[in-house]
């Protein structure tokens, strides 16, 4: 009796489901969130396709290291330009600003200590307290809520913590209008000390620029298929560029004005990026993802977008070509100049007279014609970080669906383009060099792509 019980509660369960005016037919299930491919801005839609992948033309270099093959890649957005330092900034900030208030946040707290609690909070907080941790709504939490605060918020400790910073309070920055003594503390606290300041001008201290970041490692997980924790990692990168590349890159050479101005001076706002490691720029890809998806969440009803990350060597080629298959650069080819003598890209031409070309080191990042897809400077002003890991038997190692060899263990990873700084060589399409993941250079930047989700197919 007890079993034909439990079987009629689950008929009944089971008819109370689908009598929500599907007639009983198999009707799907529909996300209540809203999506639809929006294009990125700033980014360019590169449409699907496939391509000869390689030199198809003589190889001066002998490096033997790019056979020709045909590679089919997916549709993809990808950056028009280089990330800038305006756009590399907008990082930077972000992480400065996360760990100004998260020191503020526990100084306000230490400070509250015994002090008069009705004083320190809501609308009677002054000074540092108006920088204390968002404040929840105890009363009126719903049962999730109330758990999520006493089981993950309120845990943590340190730059680590999960309680709810107070994005709400403008930072002040002029020492003039600090408003309390544990303000200036903190703000004590970020700055290079006073003894190593010149002209006793203190600045941010850069080392403490740390973002912190999780992953899922999608590929060890799905060829082991051991428990999920087990392929969770975190990465803290330091995320300043390293502005001394000018200097290092180039013995016997003064080059001091680029290490002092470029990364900070407001008339390189809208030139590519410098000084900056794949690792950087591959937690940069974390940081814009985070920041898209939580306005995403903050409408509630918009679906989460796909991650930013950094193109594989097929993609960037593929995008480079323009969809001039066989062309030798960008543009197709065969000559670096126009029909009328003009140059097409900032490298260095003329057997080293960088000036030629109408720029001695980089150039604006929307600077010189765009190729076929929409996209600026594919073949020099700096050379760009790709996800693929160096191997000069890669392309054969490699999917012709797709392909990307990405080995963790391999350092090498690939930069294509060329710079302002390299012979016309590394300006061809096919042309491969590579540098070490965690260098610097003053001639490497890199730009983001996303996955366009879906096949948009019009027949």
């Given amino acids: 009796m007890k079993k034909i019980t439990v079987l009629a509660l689950l008929a009944s369960i089971i008819y109370s489901c689908g009598s929500s005016g599907d007639r009983g037919e198999l009707v799907g299930v529909k996300s209540k969130r809203k ?63 996360s760990i100004t208030r998260t020191k503020l946040a526990y100084q306000a707290e230490f400070a509250s200590l015994g002090g008069d609690e009705a004083a320190n ?10 920088y204390a941790f968002a404040s929840k709504d105890t009363v ?33 920055w002029d020492s003039q209008e600090y408003p309390d003594a544990d303000y200036v503390e903190v703000m004590d606290s970020l700055y290079i000390k006073k003894d190593e300041a010149l002209n006793g001008i203190r600045t941010f201290n850069t080392k403490l620029l740390n973002y912190r970041y999780y992953w899922f490692d999608n590929e060890a997980a799905a060829r082991t298929g051991k428990n ?38 407001k008339a390189y706002e809208n030139y590519p990026v410098v000084g900056v490691t794949w690792n950087q ?3 940069f ?42 062309g030798k650069y960008p543009w197709g080819g065969p000559s670096t100049t126009s029909d009328r003598g003009c140059f097409l890209a900032n490298f260095k031409p003329v057997r080293g007279d960088y000036a030629a070309d109408g720029a ?48 963790k263990e391999n350092r090498r990873k690939i930069i294509r383009g060329g710079s302002w700084k390299d012979v016309a060589y590394f300006l061809e399409v096919s042309s491969r060099d590579w540098e070490y993941a965690d260098t610097a250079r003053s001639y490497i930047g ?14």
């Avoid at 001394?244 to 990364?263: A, C, G, L, R």
């Avoid at 150039?363 to 190729?371: G, H, Q, R, T």
């Fill in 360 to 407: 001695l080191y980089t150039v604006e990042a929307m600077s010189y014609n765009p190729n076929e897809y929409g996209l600026f400077n594919m073949a020099g002003n700096v050379s760009e970080w790709t996800n693929t890991a160096y191997n000069q038997m890669s392309y054969y190692m490699g999917s012709t669906m797709n392909p990307n060899v990405e080995i």
């Fill in 121 to 130: 909070s809501g609308k009677n907080a002054q000074g540092i307290q108006l």
């Fill in 35 to 97: 999506w639809f491919a929006e294009k990125p801005y700033g980014m360019a839609k590169i449409p699907g396709g496939s391509f000869t992948m390689g030199k198809q033309d003589e190889d001066p270099m002998g490096a033997m290291n790019a056979p020709t093959k045909t590679v089919t890649v997916q549709p993809f957005y990808m950056d028009e330009t280089e990330i800038t330092n305006s756009e590399y900034k907008a990082f930077v900030h972000w992480v400065r600003d």
């Fill in 140 to 172: 009126n939490e719903t049962p999730y809520e109330k758990y999520m605060r006493e089981n993950y918020y309120e845990l943590g400790e340190g730059l680590d913590s999960l309680k709810p910073l107070n994005w709400e309070e403008e930072l002040i």
């Fill in 285 to 326: 890809c974390h940081w814009r993802t985070q920041t898209k998806n939580n306005f995403q969440r903050s409408r509630q009803k918009l679906g989460l977008v796909p991650a930013f990350r950094l193109p594989t060597e097929a993609e960037w080629e593929y995008a480079a070509r323009g969809g001039l298959d066989y």
């Fill in 228 to 265: 999920r924790k087990d392929f969770l990692r975190d990465e803290v990168i330091n995320i300043y560029p390293d502005t001394t590349v000018w200097i290092k890159d180039f013995n016997y050479s003064y080059n001091d004005p680029m290490h002092q101005e470029y990364f900070g001076h």
């Fill in 446 to 459: 890199f730009r983001t792509v996303q996955d366009y989700l879906g096949t948009n197919k019009s027949n």
């Fill in 281 to 283: 720029a591959k937690a």
